[in-house]
């Protein structure tokens, strides 16, 4: 059990939101970059697209963790 206050758990999962978000442009730049070039790579492309899905999956889950922690 953690002695952390709500408050300081929001600011907790805050952070790893902003960090997630982070990873998320991240890879957008990426999907922009592999798309930009002649002979784009699919499996490439098929790994970005992946790896968006679990960074969709992961801020769903901060973002239920945030509410929880809000109400």
């Given amino acids: 059990m953690t002695t952390l206050s709500n ?3 929001l600011a907790v999962v ?3 939101i902003k960090n997630v978000e982070y990873s998320q442009y ?3 730049l990426s999907l922009i970059e592999e798309n930009s070039v002649a002979s784009p790579n699919a499996d490439a492309i098929a790994s970005l697209n992946s790896q968006m899905l679990e960074v969709t999956a ?3 889950a901060l ?3 945030k509410s929880a922690l809000t109400e």
């Fill in 26 to 28: 991240n890879l957008e």
């Fill in 7 to 9: 408050e300081e758990k």
């Fill in 14 to 16: 805050n952070q790893h």
């Fill in 63 to 65: 973002e239920a963790e």
């Fill in 58 to 60: 992961k801020l769903a």
